[in-house]
């Protein structure tokens, strides 16, 4: 936020008690901001508005023991005409390949069963440098998304590996592959749709069309085993008409995904689509988003009941937050279970047979 102008001018008019201003780019050197705030008595702004370098070696509080998200990369670089991100946190930056490894090598040692790769958009990594013949060091082979994967698939102690958000544009075959033969990846794959009209995804910037896309499913369906299917959606994008709306419900219909994180547009100041005159009024956005929502709540009761009688494999996280008498856990397809079980099992990889199921969670026992 603070790598927005009109954010900063906010504060410094708003609220003249903030001492210390800081940007995404200098995270590194708030201690030292901090330090001068205090000594010379004297407000602080240390926004820079470039790229930006990567930064290793930062510390990192984790919240969980089990599970942690690794950073791959910074920055975007596709300018989704509804998305501030390239305009605050800078192109794309690719972290080396090694300190990469090492951080997930060390997670591994820790105990940490399950990672999340992080970036705006994971499946370019290393891409920019490539492009721009940027040396980088190569390092166990990976030289790209899928051997980053491939890699981090042979780090022991690590029993799952998840990664968001990659970009349908950039869904290559090498990755796909890697997804397919990688016992440790899960074969939940998060692909977001964000629109499914090819004029209102013009529009977004998103640079494929509905047919594209239909076809990339259907291409990855066929090369992965049980691939489940996550995605964003956008309601009520300027100029989106009922008729593409509707185009919309006819990929969610197609597809069945197993996750929809479903948005209703806001308009974010300093990007193309905050100036686009056609917006739509909220009631009608709020009403195609009710249909919407009725659509994928139906198809999450009929993708959960494929689950019951079946044995999955649940990576334990804790006590259940609802019921302390009850422990929970994911599947591969980052379905909650709940079950009764000994509290030694949190952290543990574990057999469960699904016995019934409840929309939003669903019930095992070992």
């Not at 042979?154 to 958000?165: D, K, L, M, N, P």
Request: aromatic share 8%.
């Amino acid at each position: 936020m603070m790598q927005e102008k009109h954010i900063t001018d906010k504060i410094k008019e708003s609220y003249p008690f903030v001492d210390i201003l800081f940007g995404t780019h200098t995270l590194h050197k708030f201690p030292e901001n901090l330090e001068k705030a205090l000594q010379e008595k004297k407000k602080q702004e240390d926004i820079i508005d470039i790229e930006g370098e990567i930064h290793e070696g930062l510390p990192i509080k984790r919240d969980s023991k089990i599970k942690a998200s690794v950073t791959i990369m910074n920055g975007c670089n596709n300018f989704c005409s509804y998305c501030i991100v390239p305009y605050v946190r800078g192109r794309e930056r690719s972290r080396k390949p090694k300190d990469i490894i090492q951080e997930v090598q060390d997670l591994g040692k820790k105990g940490y069963k399950e990672i999340t790769l992080l970036g705006q958009n994971v499946n370019s990594y290393l891409r920019v440098e490539k492009e721009k013949k940027i040396e980088f060091e190569e390092y166990q082979g990976v030289h790209s998304f899928a051997t980053l994967l491939k890699a981090i698939n042979q780090i022991e102690g690590i029993e799952r590996i998840r990664f968001v958000s990659p970009h349908p544009k950039d869904f290559t075959d090498d990755v796909i592959e890697a997804i397919s033969s990688c016992n440790k990846v899960c074969k939940l794959v998060h692909l977001p749709l964000q629109s499914g009209n090819t004029k209102v995804l013009k529009e977004m910037n998103r640079k494929y069309t509905k047919e594209q896309y239909l076809e990339l499913v259907d291409k990855m369906k066929a090369k992965i085993p049980n691939l489940k299917l996550s995605t964003d959606i956008i309601v009520g994008f300027p100029g989106e008409t009922d008729e593409e709306f509707q185009d919309t419900l006819d990929v969610v219909r197609k597809v069945k995904f197993e996750q929809v994180y479903m948005f209703i547009y806001s308009r974010r100041v300093g990007t193309p689509g905050d100036k686009m005159e056609n917006q739509i009024p909220e009631e009608q956005k709020h009403e195609r988003f009710d249909k919407l929502k009725a659509l994928v709540e139906s198809q999450i009761e009929e993708n959960n009941e494929k689950y019951l009688g079946t044995n999955q494999t649940i990576l334990v996280e804790g006590e259940s937050k609802n019921n302390k008498d009850l422990l929970t856990g994911r599947t591969d397809s980052n379905k909650v279970v709940v079950f009764e079980g000994e509290k030694d099992l949190i952290g543990k990889m574990i057999n469960l047979k699904i016995i019934s199921e409840h929309m939003w969670y669903l019930k095992g026992e070992i």
